[in-house]
């Protein structure tokens, strides 16, 4: 497994899932002129349940669609794609009801449970056809796909938001529009629901499937508990206005988990493909050394950047949370470090061992975020998420080690976290005048330092 290659593939996938994300860093502003606290609070809420619901309800099955269709021959693939499909369009259809009647009838005032039901059922099907397209080797749909959903939402946002002042039933109205347009672009391409033949529907290849699948729901639902636990907890103690600052201040760190996301994608496929090659244990142990290098570079260089951006925003109420952004940073890196070295255990099939780390680093959450939120507040759960991500990585890393021989050099990493916190310190305590002298000079280091990965990247993109 070579960085390069890593490198080519990310910046690949990056195009695709940087639009939404980046989406959503540019609209902070607007964020902040016409979205209040309360109903970003409210908006935030509903897709942390999305993001716990989903994998329950679909039994995190996309998950399972690289393993089963990379290297399958056509008629292997229309015997697994009709199988997908049947548990695919079964579980949507029970859902919506399901999920509609609990909304309507939950204590908490949920609003439109129909309509947050099929933005529930749509994420689930939007996961799966993006999977698809990656297994049938359509990335170029998948990345096309992902920019039209960006602009769609950014359209309807404008419409909904900035001139009908909807509110947050904007907000929702404009996220569904978005998934419906990334469903009906891929479909149009691959045309998925073409390839079914109800006649070879195989419910021992779904036993199968799910077999390799459900452990990974859990595993999904556990790292729901380290993001989406302390939401409810900031909702119940705090209250929704607060809960908006905790989800405006963690927009710096979706960046990172974003490029994560996709730098994940790209190694769980390397990983598939190379876990019988000679070598792979030590080119995987020394491309994910580089990769952890890479990303504290890059929150060491987004906190002077986000400092400067919350001076400009500092008569408004999301002000406050600028002392949680470098948390949130170094817990988006951890994250995605434990992500990367999950991967291990999806390319050997021992995906229950990702489960148990990340239930054990969700326990370390849940039980900081119940002592100290009463009196820290929402630096607690910015704590919280913080040691359970470090926990989940230790445990994957002692596991790793012990099927593969993964190791990583921990000094390294250590000293430039050190780094990070110091820069992170001085930073909040000089605020903008620190930042604006430090953030051209830091910039040139770390790109000296990730020079290789960069370069390989403008290569990349320039060929394309």
């Keep these: 497994m070579e960085i390069n290659r890593i490198a080519k593939k990310t910046i690949l996938y990056g195009i695709g899932n940087f639009s939404s994300k980046f989406l959503g860093f540019v609209l902070l502003p607007l964020y902040a002129l016409y979205v209040p606290s309360n109903d970003l609070g409210f908006y935030d809420l509903t897709q942390t349940m999305i993001g ?26 229309v015997q697994i794609v009709s199988t997908l499909v049947f548990f695919l369009v079964s579980i949507s259809i029970f859902g919506f009801i399901i999920l509609s009647i609990f909304l ?14 099929f933005m529930l059922i749509t994420q689930g099907l939007v996961y799966s056809w993006q999977y698809f397209a990656r297994a049938f080797g359509e990335n170029k749909i998948y990345v096309i796909s992902s920019i039209i959903g960006s602009v769609t939402n950014f359209i309807f946002f404008i419409l909904f938001i900035i001139l009908n002042n909807t509110g947050v039933l904007g907000l929702l109205l404009a996220l569904i529009f978005s998934q419906l347009s990334i469903l009906l672009i891929i479909e149009l391409k691959i045309r998925i629901l073409c390839k079914v033949n109800l006649r070879l529907i195989n419910l021992n290849i779904l036993k199968n499937i799910l077999k390799y699948s459900i452990p990974l729901t859990f595993n999904l639902v556990a790292i729901w508990m380290i993001t989406g636990f302390g939401r409810l907890m900031i909702i119940r103690n705090l209250g929704e206005d607060a809960n908006g600052i905790f989800s405006f201040s963690s927009r710096f760190s979706l960046m990172i988990l974003m490029i994560g996301s996709v730098l994940s994608m790209a190694v769980i496929e390397e990983a598939i493909l190379t876990i019988n090659t000679q070598n792979h244990n030590s080119n995987f142990s020394k491309s994910v050394q580089s990769i952890f290098s890479l990303f504290i570079h890059l929150i060491i260089a987004m906190i002077p950047l986000s400092i400067i951006f919350y001076s400009l925003i500092d008569q408004t109420e999301y002000y406050s949370g600028i002392i949680l952004v470098p948390i949130l940073l170094l817990y988006a890196v951890i994250t995605t470090m434990s992500s990367i070295v999950g991967s291990i255990f999806q390319a050997i099939s021992r995906t229950k061992y990702q489960m148990i780390s990340t239930l054990v680093g969700s326990v370390g959450t849940v039980l900081f975020s119940l002592l100290f939120i009463d009196r820290f507040g929402l630096i607690a759960i910015a704590y919280g998420q913080l040691i359970g991500s470090i926990i989940m990585l ?3 890393c002692l596991y790793a080690f012990k099927f593969t021989g993964f190791i990583l050099k921990w000094f390294p990493i250590i000293m430039n976290v050190i780094f990070y916190i110091l820069i992170a310190f001085i930073s909040l305590n000089q605020k903008t005048q620190f930042s604006y002298i430090i953030i051209l000079p830091l910039y040139i280091v770390i790109f000296f330092r990730e020079r290789k990965f960069f370069l390989s990247s403008i290569k990349f993109v320039f060929r394309k």
């Design 104 to 117: 309507y009838f939950l204590k908490y005032d949920f609003r439109w449970p129909a309509l947050i039901s």
């Design 394 to 396: 230790f445990i994957r």
């Design 52 to 77: 716990l619901l989903t994998p329950l309800l679909f039994l995190a099955i996309w998950e399972s669609i690289l393993k089963f269709l990379i290297g399958r021959d056509d008629n292997d693939r």
